[in-house]
């Protein structure tokens, strides 16, 4: 069995088939994501095409709530409770995939979506071997210190340098949210490929980001096998 943990996607449906076809996982394979499926896209996004495509994977699939993905729920709430006659004084979602997705979802599939996402674990732990592994969306936490406010996992903190290269200890951490090439001039750790637009991995070796950028120009899709540290770029 295999764990491919995959980095932000932002409605890149292009760059998500064409993820899974470098992966070819089975179906005794794993997949965690680490949130961030909608919103942006660049010139063609997909966020229905997105969202049934990994619900439409023949594998153990697992989701963490990203905040692009919060909005968007909130935003379903917000919309659909409001009576329809004022709907049209309300506030247009920030991003685009709320008309994108209203264009071809009935309220109830909407509201089952939103549902869905704020159902998503902020954090998850693995082991594999003895490694043992954090995975969130912009940051992790020790788990034997309890829960911490969601937006820390989503958003992380104001200054997250300390934590990039500290990360916590005792674990393996990977997050998306924050573009790896803002690290381009971090000497505490370095790009596991191409520089500023791959991987990147802090000094202790502890503190993985796979956001690459996918979803604006020129940017790609990440992956990385846990098993074998083995990478995909999309």
Known sequence: MATYVIGDIHNSIKKLD?????????TKDQIIILG???????????????????????TNIKWIRGNHDQLLAEYIY?????????RSSLQPYRYNSFELMKDRFVEVDMLNLADLIMGLPLQLEIEIG???YLLA???TFDP???????????????????????????????????DSSYQHSNPKGRYLDEESSSIWLNEQENVYML????????????????????????
């Not at 064409?18 to 089975?26: E, F």
């Not at 917000?78 to 004022?86: A, F, L, M």
């Open 18 to 26: 064409n993820m899974i076809k470098l992966i070819s996982p089975t």
């Open 36 to 58: 961030d499926i909608f919103d942006r896209g660049g010139a063609e996004p997909d966020p229905v095409g997105v969202y049934f495509r990994i619900l439409g994977l023949n």
């Open 78 to 86: 917000s919309y659909y409770g409001t009576v329809q006659k004022k």
């Open 130 to 132: 003895s490694v043992k």
């Open 137 to 139: 969306h912009a940051m």
């Open 144 to 178: 034997t210190h309890g829960m911490q406010e969601e937006t820390l996992y989503l958003e992380g903190i104001e200054e997250m340098q300390e934590y990039w290269e500290h990360g916590v200890k005792g674990y393996v951490s990977l997050v998306g949210h924050h």
């Open 211 to 234: 956001d690459c950028g996918c979803g604006l120009p020129n940017g790609r899709l990440a992956s990385i096998c846990l098993e074998n540290g083995e990478r995909f770029y999309s």
